[in-house]
């Protein structure tokens, strides 16, 4: 199972709408994918219409109820979900006080023998915390997604010093498999400038794909649909598509 984290501690910055539509569009590519929403916000529950009070994140994480007892079935086939739950908030609370923290989803990932899953796809919330922690050390890859703008890059030299400490005390297997341009206006040249100069500091790393500013993808989630089944013909449902191909392909070369 590739247990991929989707972090960027900036707020805005394409992290749920990333989450949702890979997990959709690997789903539509065969794979099954269970998407865990680790953020208090629970965007992507609300969006996958998990039932408000069901069990999730925050009972796995504090109450020490197995995968199991928290994975839902959603509308699409191939994805389940672990919903943020109500208590999420106070879960990161909690766990503050525990020692061993920031390991306790990567140990629940561990007890899972045979995952049903070939992707685990965690949508962060946009912060540093405990909660983010916990899937940057369950996780073996990050994917951050950047939002096509010049403020936004300034928040990453931060992320990767933190990704450098999680590699260095926590999770040396940890790695960036990659950097998604997100929101990209192809009317401004700013935009451009923006993908450049993340290919110029992160070369390879960066996905070919990149997502353009879509508004199909911003109304999607009202209507509790991934991108490909909102409106396939969208530049969105291309986008998205496109990168599940790239990931797919990632797994090719190793
Ligand atoms: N490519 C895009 N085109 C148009 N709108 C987009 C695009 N990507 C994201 N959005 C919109 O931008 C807003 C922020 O996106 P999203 O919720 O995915 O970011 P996030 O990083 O998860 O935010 P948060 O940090 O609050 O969790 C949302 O309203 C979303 O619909
Ligand atoms: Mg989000």
């Not at 943020?84 to 561990?110: M, N, P």
């Not at 950097?179 to 070919?208: K, M, N, P, W």
């Amino acid at each position: 199972m590739r247990i991929i984290a989707i972090a960027n501690h900036k707020g805005g910055s394409g992290k749920t709408t990333t989450a949702v539509n890979l997990a959709a569009a690997l789903a539509d590519r065969g794979r099954r994918v269970l998407l865990f929403d680790l953020d208090p916000q629970a965007s992507a529950s609300h969006w996958l219409g998990a039932p408000e009070d069901s069990p999730g994140a925050a009972e796995l994480l504090t109450d020490g109820v197995g995968l199991d007892g928290v994975v839902h079935p959603t509308r699409w086939p191939g994805v389940e979900l672990v919903p943020a739950s109500g208590g999420l908030a106070r879960a990161e609370k909690y766990l503050a006080r525990e020692l061993g923290a920031e390991v306790v989803l990567r140990r629940t990932l561990e007890r899972v023998h045979a995952p049903s899953w070939q992707y685990a796809v965690i949508d962060c919330p946009p912060a540093l915390g405990l909660l983010t922690l916990n899937a940057l050390v369950a996780a073996r890859e990050v994917l951050v997604p950047v939002e096509a703008h010049v403020m936004a890059l300034r928040g990453l030299a931060q992320l990767m010093g933190t990704l450098d400490l999680v590699r260095e005390r926590l999770n040396p297997d940890l790695e960036l498999t990659g950097i998604l341009a997100c929101r990209v206006d192809g009317r401004t040249r700013h935009a451009q400038e923006v993908v450049q100069e993340l290919v110029s500091r992160f070369g390879e790393r960066v996905y070919r794909s990149a997502i353009r500013e879509n508004v199909r993808l911003a109304e999607a989630p009202s209507f509790a649909q991934p991108i490909m089944q909102y409106d396939a013909r969208s530049a969105g449902a291309a986008d998205y598509g496109a990168l599940a191909e790239e990931v797919i392909q990632q797994e090719r070369r190793r």
